[in-house]
């Protein structure tokens, strides 16, 4: 798949819940190799009461995260960057890299 395609198709998926103010849209990179630790990052997220809504394994989730979250969750279970979508506008940075 075509990175530009990628990034369309993660830019579409963070629009389905535009207006949510408990949870936010996120785009979640990981620096994980393999599904366990893909699986890894996912429980760490589910523990802090964020939802996964899309595994691209091993290395991008797309899920909702409660306000605040952010911190608790980067260097730590394999996540390197979180991208999130506040107020209805969207961050993609490693889409324009």
Do not use: W
Not at 23 to 49: D, H, Y
């Amino acid at each position: 798949m075509k990175k530009g395609i990628f990034c369309g198709l993660i830019f579409a998926l963070l629009l389905t819940n535009l207006g949510n103010a408990e949870e936010s849209n996120s785009l979640i990179i990981l620096s994980a190799k393999n599904q366990s630790q893909t699986e890894e990052a996912i429980r760490l997220i589910e523990s802090l009461n964020g939802k996964v809504r899309h595994v691209f394994v091993p290395d991008v989730l797309i899920g909702y995260l409660p306000e605040g979250i952010e911190d608790k969750l980067i260097g730590k279970a394999f996540i390197t960057e979180i991208n999130t979508q506040h107020k209805k506008s969207i961050f993609l940075r490693r889409c324009e890299r």
